[in-house]
């Protein structure tokens, strides 16, 4: 076990490298900082724009091999480098993984409870209306892109503010710096309802797990051990909780696992159109502003997130499927 | 036949039914409707803009006088053109790699899936961005074919498990034991047998591959100006979507039921190919 997880971590390492390596590589070829510098009124002296330049490790001048062992020397003690405007891409990232978490994290999970409950009720109740409703609802947010769901719900939102004459949802930011206290917390969960619904009822939640835990729970409540269970005088609730539901829940658990890995740079489109700004709108943000060494730290930070979260998924099912624990 | 049979399940399942017609007409309305429009897609009416859909503008005009009809039409099938193309070459691909890897097994197999295993782990979205707006001179066929390069892993990892087991079939032996070359049994006994695979893959592949190309636009990192795809328009539409909802409403309702068509034929192929699978 020991070896295993010490080869697999081995791989993951080399993967995180090569994976932030190569976007280093792209980004400091193809982006052009002193683009920032270079059109400013009153003009700034070429001198000074390499200094500034040499000084954040984002001279084109520099050979890029150069640039890149003077980057990289930095990631092995943990450092990052600069932002274009010469602040700590660390402390940078350190402030925008919060933002996404607090941002993410309940929608996630709301959209993973409330899909499998979906899923699994819509499956016990096969082919009624109920079973119907869900179906064809889930196959239609399916079918509606995140980006075009959460502008769908900021223009409702919008409406009905103006319909009502006052702010009852808000629809952009994190939260009113104005506020303290007790208000500033009621304040940034009013921030918190729209992005939560838009993460958690569309593609990347409900809709998606209850069909997969739908078709999970129809192949388990055919299976014997359900039937056993019922027959040896449990109650239906909790034969189909307890022996069926645990059962079914290892693919949608995989799944879950990979999102949470996923979720700090996932929802670009969400971050971006409420303007949070976590580490998804930050990737955006710094390919616009040919933000080379951001660009490469939240690409190593997906990288790590999407390993460990492999990592995390295969955890998961070895404590939900008994099989895997055993071979 | 079998073929036949997979089509009559195909037209007897409510959905996949709804579905085609849908496509169909989606594809009819992109490419024969432009037509019976009054306006181009490059045409500017000086005399409006912005204003709301009416008897002459049937879909609204946008802030710089365009034609809502024309363009969100012409942004389809751009979106069509390249859902489909994105499909058919990711699913070759997978087909071809997880094949060969496969079929041939030791370091070929090794080399290959540790591709596959990088290609899922580079930042492809952080690629398209950077690439994509650098092909400016009209080559939207390299946008094509860099989001077809990040969409075939998975199902090539399927595609090779199942080569796997089917290696060991009696009619793999007999045909090595004719002597027939090996890529010529990849192509001639294991490819077609994937087909119901394949064929449900390259479906759900192009509404991927819609949604995908609306997504990167969406930022501008994808179709560039002056050519347009629906998530260029939905991109523009949102920022105004407020006060004109036809900007966006016209192009995102397109793309939704272009994907929503799309899905229903996935899910029809699978249940007509596959009649055991209920997912």
Redesign the interface.
């Known amino acids: 076990m020991g070896k295993y997880l010490l080869r697999r971590l081995a791989i993951n390492v080399i993967l995180v490298a090569v994976a932030a390596s190569l976007a280093y590589m792209l980004a400091a070829t193809t982006m052009n900082p002193r683009g920032a510098y270079e059109g400013r009124q009153p003009p700034v002296p070429e001198a000074v724009i390499d200094a500034t330049l040499d000084a954040y490790n984002l001279n084109d001048k520099t050979p890029v091999l150069q640039r890149y062992a003077t980057w990289a020397s930095g990631v092995i003690t943990g450092d990052f480098g600069k932002t274009w405007n010469g602040g700590s891409v660390n402390d940078e990232m350190g402030r925008r993984v919060w933002v996404s978490l607090r941002l993410l994290l309940i929608g996630t999970i709301v959209g993973f409870v409330v899909g499998v409950a979906l899923g699994a009720w819509s499956a016990v109740r096969q082919y009624k209306i109920s079973d119907r409703v869900i179906g064809v609802s889930a196959f239609v947010l399916m079918a509606i892109p995140v980006f075009v769901l959460a502008t769908l719900l900021a223009i409702g939102t919008y409406n009905l503010n103006r319909g009502l004459g006052f702010t009852l949802i808000e629809y952009t930011g994190e939260y009113n710096p104005k506020l303290a206290g007790w208000d500033q917390l009621m304040n940034r969960l009013n921030h918190l309802i729209l992005p939560t619904i838009s993460l958690s009822i569309g593609v990347s939640g409900a809709a998606f797990y209850s069909r997969i835990q739908r078709n999970m729970m129809l192949d388990v409540l055919g299976q014997d051990f359900v039937r056993t269970a019922m027959a040896k005088g449990l109650r239906r609730r909790t034969a189909l909780i307890k022996h069926a539901l645990r059962t079914a829940l290892i693919p949608s658990a995989t799944y879950f696992a990979f999102a949470l890995g996923t979720m700090f740079t996932g929802a670009i489109f969400t971050e971006k159109i409420y303007a949070w700004h976590g580490m998804g709108a930050w990737l955006v943000d710094a390919i616009n502003a040919n933000d080379v060494n951001s660009v490469a730290a939240v690409t190593f930070f997906a990288a790590v997130c999407v390993l460990a979260a492999g990592f995390l998924s295969d955890l998961l099912v070895a404590a939900l499927d008994p099989r895997v624990r055993v071979s | 036949m079998r073929s036949k049979v997979v089509l009559r399940r195909l037209f007897r399942n409510p959905q996949a039914r709804y579905g085609i017609i849908a496509f169909v007409l989606l594809v009819a309305l992109a490419y024969i409707g432009p037509y019976f429009g009054s306006y181009e897609w490059t045409e500017k009416d000086f005399m409006a803009f912005l204003s709301p859909p009416d008897a002459d503008h049937w879909w609204g005009t946008t802030s710089i006088g365009q034609d809502m009809y024309a363009i969100t039409l012409r942004g389809m099938q751009k979106s069509i053109v390249i859902g489909v193309l994105v499909a058919l070459i990711a699913t070759g691909l997978a087909a071809v790699v997880g094949a060969f890897a496969g079929y041939f097994g030791g370091w070929l197999d090794r080399v290959l899936m540790w591709g596959v ?2 290609l ?4 492809s ?3 398209l ?3 994509s707006p ?1 092909l400016r001179d009209g080559s939207w066929i390299w946008f094509v074919v860099l989001l077809a390069a990040f969409t075939w892993m998975i199902t090539s990892r399927v595609v090779r498990s199942m080569t796997i087991s089917l290696r060991e079939r009696e009619y793999v032996q007999a045909a090595v034991y004719m002597g027939i070359p090996r890529w010529k049994i990849i192509f001639r006994h294991i490819v077609p047998n994937l087909s119901s695979l394949l064929i449900i893959d390259a479906t759900l592949n192009v ?1 991927g591959a819609v ?1 995908g190309e ?2 990167l636009s ?2 501008g ?1 994808g179709i560039q100006p002056p050519d347009v795809s629906l998530g260029t328009l ?1 991109a523009e539409g ?1 920022r105004n ?2 006060g004109y ?1 036809w900007l ?1 409403a016209f192009p ?1 309702g397109m ?2 039921l272009l ?2 068509s799309v ?2 034929i996935g ?1 029809g192929l699978r249940d007509a190919l596959d009649p055991g699978s ?2």
């Open positions: 295993d990088l899922l782990v580079l930042p979205f952080l690629i961005a950077i690439v650098r509404s949604v609306a997504a969406f930022f990192f939905i949102s979507a407020t909802p966006f995102a793309l939704v994907v929503l899905n229903l899910d209920n997912s």
